[in-house]
């Protein structure tokens, strides 16, 4: 196959999507395909470009608003500066955050008639929209932490959620501005630091249990994971991206039960979205064995490591093989769809 790999972009997560699609590049060149590297910020990569990239980290925080600011500045518009886009057999996308993953890029290169790996735009922009999505998992009987947009009422805070909460971007991933708040007296300064990267902000009830995953691979759920973070009590930024920030265990020590539950309240998730071949469903499991679903990412993490291929990896799938088939089902889909 012919592949362009799309990473990079201009949202906070840029630095998570670099890792992920040089790590998917590499992955599909070794499998033997032809894999074109762009940057969406960029442009087409030269050899000592994709060098670069690979030896560069994950920094323990996001990008500040400046160094995004001098990226967009200089940032083409990716489907018509990049001619070699329209003659690929698919566009693997592995972009994270902004309008890599709420549908933006999607509607663009459905209106283009390129065909794309992951959902379309509306299940994309579902997903990303935290708010939404919630309101969609209750519809559909998936379980989801009560939440409120602020801005909102002390008392109607205690009322509904009280205290630990956790406030957060209501359109943003890698837990990008987030905060577990504990006091009524944190709340403005959290609600304040969340405004900083989107313009809703959510509060949540805190869910006190043990954080677990699951991946959805071409309407099959994939091996259940547990998170153990060790810089604090939540999967926050650094914990994801900083060696030794957590610890991942797959597949998850569960009963039988438990596990089954996860697993079916995932898929329940990700067709809830209306979403396409693949996706990580995130949960918190309190003490009575509950699972809550949290949200559903459209674009997981794509390097070795990240959580996607760990729990595809612990049903036997190596991540080059998960990259071909995310490829592969998106040709098919681009098949079906009526011209």
Same mark, same amino acid.
């Given at each position: 196959?012919?592949i362009?790999?799309?990473? +990079? !972009?201009?949202?906070?997560?840029?630095?998570?999507?670099?890792?992920s +699609?040089i790590?998917v590049v590499q992955?599909?060149?070794g499998s033997g395909?032809?894999?074109?590297?762009?940057?969406?910020?960029? !442009?087409?990569? =030269?050899?000592a470009?994709?060098?670069?990239?690979?030896?560069?980290g994950?920094?323990?925080?996001p990008?500040t608003?400046?160094?995004?600011s001098?990226?967009r500045?200089?940032? &083409?518009?990716i489907?018509?500066s990049?001619?070699?886009?329209?003659?690929?057999d698919?566009?693997?996308?592995?972009?994270h955050? +902004?309008s890599?993953?709420?549908?933006?890029l999607?509607?663009m290169?459905?209106?283009?008639?390129?065909p794309?790996t992951g959902? !379309?735009?509306?299940?994309?922009?579902?997903?990303?929209?935290?708010d939404?999505?919630?309101?969609?998992?209750?519809?559909?009987?998936?379980?989801?932490?009560n939440?409120l947009?602020a801005?909102v009422s002390?008392?109607?805070v205690?009322? @509904?959620?009280?205290?630990?909460?956790?406030?957060?971007?209501?359109?943003?991933g890698?837990? /990008? +501005?987030?905060?577990?708040?504990?006091?009524?007296?944190?709340?403005?300064?959290?609600?304040?630091?969340?405004?900083?990267?989107?313009? $809703?902000?959510?509060?949540?009830?805190?869910i006190?249990?043990?954080?677990?995953t699951?991946?959805?691979?071409n309407?099959? &759920?994939?091996?259940?994971? @547990?998170?153990r973070p060790?810089?604090?009590d939540i999967?926050?930024?650094?914990s994801?991206?900083?060696e030794?920030?957590?610890?991942?265990?797959?597949p998850?020590?569960?009963?039988?039960? =438990? =596990?089954?539950l996860?697993?079916?309240?995932?898929?329940?998730?990700?067709?809830a979205?209306?979403?396409?071949?693949?996706?990580?469903v995130d949960?918190?499991?309190? $003490?009575?064995?509950?699972?809550?679903?949290?949200?559903?990412?459209?674009?997981p !993490?794509? =390097?070795r490591?990240?959580l996607?291929?760990?729990s595809?990896?612990? /049903?036997?799938?190596s991540?080059p @093989?998960?990259c $071909?088939?995310?490829c592969?089902?998106a040709m098919?889909?681009?098949?079906?769809?009526p011209?």
């Amino acid at each position: 196959m012919r592949i362009a790999v799309l990473f +990079g !972009g201009t949202s906070e997560e840029r630095d998570v999507s670099v890792a992920s +699609g040089i790590q998917v590049v590499q992955a599909l060149r070794g499998s033997g395909h032809d894999v074109l590297a762009v940057d969406t910020a960029g !442009g087409l990569l =030269t050899a000592a470009d994709h060098d670069r990239l690979l030896s560069a980290g994950v920094a323990p925080d996001p990008p500040t608003k400046d160094a995004l600011s001098t990226v967009r500045a200089s940032a &083409p518009a990716i489907v018509n500066s990049t001619p070699e886009l329209k003659q690929v057999d698919v566009i693997f996308i592995a972009l994270h955050g +902004g309008s890599g993953e709420d549908g933006t890029l999607q509607a663009m290169l459905d209106v283009a008639g390129l065909p794309y790996t992951g959902s !379309g735009h509306m299940g994309s922009a579902y997903a990303m929209d935290k708010d939404v999505s919630k309101r969609l998992f209750r519809a559909s009987g998936v379980p989801t932490p009560n939440w409120l947009l602020a801005p909102v009422s002390l008392a109607c805070v205690d009322e @509904e959620l009280g205290y630990p909460l956790v406030v957060k971007p209501n359109k943003q991933g890698s837990s /990008v +501005g987030l905060t577990v708040v504990r006091s009524p007296g944190e709340l403005g300064a959290a609600v304040d630091n969340a405004y900083k990267y989107d313009d $809703e902000v959510m509060l949540e009830r805190f869910i006190s249990g043990r954080e677990l995953t699951v991946g959805i691979l071409n309407d099959m &759920p994939l091996a259940v994971g @547990e998170i153990r973070p060790k810089r604090s009590d939540i999967f926050d930024y650094a914990s994801k991206y900083q060696e030794g920030g957590a610890e991942e265990i797959f597949p998850a020590d569960l009963s039988t039960e =438990t =596990t089954r539950l996860v697993q079916e309240l995932a898929l329940k998730a990700h067709h809830a979205l209306k979403l396409a071949a693949y996706s990580r469903v995130d949960f918190r499991l309190d $003490e009575l064995e509950q699972p809550w679903c949290l949200e559903v990412n459209t674009v997981p !993490g794509m =390097t070795r490591t990240s959580l996607l291929p760990q729990s595809a990896q612990a /049903v036997g799938i190596s991540f080059p @093989e998960l990259c $071909e088939r995310v490829c592969r089902a998106a040709m098919e889909q681009h098949r079906r769809k009526p011209r």
